[in-house]
C-alpha cells in the first residue's frame, strides 16, 4: 500500500471513530463545541503519530481524547469559566450520535442535563473514571491504563463518583414517555394562561428552576420555591410583541426529548430560540433548565433542522 492510500486507510480509521469520541469527549466536558474541538486536537495527534506502532488504534485514541478532555478540565481557563456560576451544559435533541451510548439506564443517565451538571463537582480524575466506566463499560484495568493510574485508584476514584452523584442527585429512575410529555403539557398550559395554583400543583415542595437569562446576565439565574418558580414561568411564558421582536416572529412551541429529558423548544421558522428541560419526579417536575443563549444553542438547532416534528403543542405563541 502506498504513502497515499495509507494516509486514506489511517483517515478512514480515525472517522470510523468519530461519533464515539464526540460522545466520550461531550460527557466529560458537557460542551457540543468544546468536544469537537477535542476530537479534532486528537485527529491531529493521530496524524503525527507512528500509527504503525498502534495496535488498537480505538483504545489509543479513546486514550488520547481522554485525555486531552481532562486537561482542558484542569486549565485555569476552564476552572474560572466553571466557577463564576455562568455554566450549563450544551443541551443536544434526541437522536444526536454526540449523546452516544444509550442502551442502559445509567448510559442514559451520564448524559442527562442534570448529571453533567453534577459532574462539575468531580475532580477531573473522577469525572474522567465514572464517564468510562458508566457510559462506555470500561473495566478498571483498561481505565487504569488510560488514565494512567492504578486499578485500585480507579476503583476508588469511582467509588467517590458515584456517591458524590447519587448524594446529589438523590431521586430518579426511568420516566414514562407518555406521562412526561403530558406533564410537559400540563405545565406550559398552565404558565401560558397564568394559572399560577396548577403551576404550583405540578411542582415538587423542593424544585428547583434555573435558567442561563438568554445569555444576557454574567451569573445563572436560580429560583428555589414553588411559589416563585410558577410566578417566573407564568411571566417567562406569556406571549408579548416585545418578546416577538427579540425572537425576530412568532414562535411555534415543540415538545422534544433534549438529552433523555422532557423539553419544550421555542422555534422560529428552523431556528430554536430557547430550550426549557424538565426532570420529573414521582409525576412531578424537581427541576427546570431554561437555556436561550445563542451560543449553547448551535447544534441542537442544526438538529432540529433535520428533524421531523410533531405537531407543536402552540402552533402560534
Known amino acids: 500500500m502506498d504513502s497515499?492510500?495509507?494516509?486514506?486507510?489511517?483517515?478512514?480509521?480515525?472517522?470510523?471513530?468519530?461519533?464515539?469520541?464526540?460522545?466520550?469527549?461531550?460527557?466529560?466536558?458537557?460542551?457540543?463545541?468544546?468536544?469537537?474541538?477535542?476530537?479534532?486536537?486528537?485527529?491531529?495527534?493521530?496524524?503525527?503519530?507512528?500509527?504503525?506502532?498502534?495496535?488498537?488504534?480505538?483504545?489509543?485514541?479513546t486514550k488520547v481524547v481522554t485525555n486531552l478532555c481532562l486537561d482542558r478540565l484542569r486549565s485555569a481557563q476552564a476552572r474560572r469559566e466553571r466557577t463564576v456560576g455562568a455554566w450549563m451544559p450544551e443541551p443536544l435533541l434526541d437522536g444526536d450520535p454526540m449523546l452516544g451510548p444509550a442502551d442502559t439506564f445509567e448510559q442514559r443517565e451520564s448524559v442527562s442535563l442534570a448529571v453533567l451538571t453534577l459532574m462539575e463537582r468531580l475532580s477531573?480524575?473522577?469525572?474522567?473514571?465514572?464517564?468510562?466506566?458508566?457510559?462506555?463499560?470500561?473495566?478498571?484495568?483498561?481505565?487504569?491504563?488510560?488514565?494512567?493510574?492504578?486499578?485500585?485508584?480507579?476503583?476508588?476514584?469511582?467509588?467517590?463518583?458515584?456517591?458524590?452523584?447519587?448524594?446529589?442527585?438523590?431521586?430518579?429512575?426511568?420516566?414514562?414517555?407518555?406521562?412526561?410529555?403530558?406533564?410537559?403539557?400540563e405545565f406550559l398550559a398552565a404558565a401560558t394562561s397564568g394559572r399560577t395554583e396548577r403551576l404550583v400543583a405540578l411542582l415538587t415542595d423542593d424544585a428547583t428552576a434555573i435558567s442561563d437569562g438568554a445569555g444576557l446576565t454574567e451569573k445563572l439565574l436560580r429560583y428555589d420555591t414553588p411559589q416563585r418558580i410558577a410566578a417566573v414561568a407564568r411571566a417567562g411564558f406569556k406571549p408579548t410583541a416585545a418578546k416577538r421582536r427579540f425572537v425576530g416572529g412568532t414562535p411555534a412551541i415543540h415538545y422534544a426529548v433534549v438529552n433523555d429529558t422532557p423539553a419544550i423548544l421555542a422555534v422560529v421558522g428552523d431556528q430554536v430560540f430557547g430550550s426549557v428541560t424538565f426532570d420529573l419526579v414521582n409525576g412531578k417536575i424537581a427541576t427546570v433548565r431554561g437555556i436561550a443563549?445563542?451560543?449553547?444553542?448551535?447544534r441542537l438547532t442544526e438538529a432540529w433542522r433535520q428533524h421531523e416534528p410533531d405537531a407543536p403543542l402552540i402552533a402560534e405563541w
Do not use: C, M
Not at 477535542?38 to 498502534?54: E, M, N, P, S, T
Not at 470500561?138 to 448524594?167: C, G, K, M, P, W
Open 4 to 61: 497515499t492510500a495509507t494516509d486514506r486507510f489511517d483517515i478512514s480509521r480515525f472517522e470510523a471513530s468519530r461519533n464515539r469520541l464526540a460522545s466520550l469527549a461531550y460527557r466529560l466536558l458537557g460542551s457540543a463545541a468544546d468536544a469537537e474541538d477535542a476530537v479534532q486536537d486528537a485527529f491531529l495527534h493521530w496524524q503525527g503519530a507512528d500509527r504503525q506502532r498502534i495496535k488498537v488504534p480505538e483504545a489509543w485514541l
Open 124 to 185: 477531573p480524575l473522577e469525572r474522567g473514571v465514572y464517564v468510562l466506566r458508566e457510559a462506555f463499560s470500561y473495566s478498571h484495568a483498561e481505565i487504569a491504563e488510560i488514565l494512567d493510574v492504578t486499578e485500585s485508584a480507579s476503583q476508588q476514584h469511582l467509588h467517590r463518583a458515584r456517591r458524590r452523584i447519587t448524594a446529589a442527585r438523590g431521586r430518579g429512575g426511568e420516566v414514562d414517555p407518555a406521562s412526561a410529555r403530558r406533564i410537559v403539557a
Open 293 to 298: 443563549a445563542p451560543v449553547r444553542l448551535v
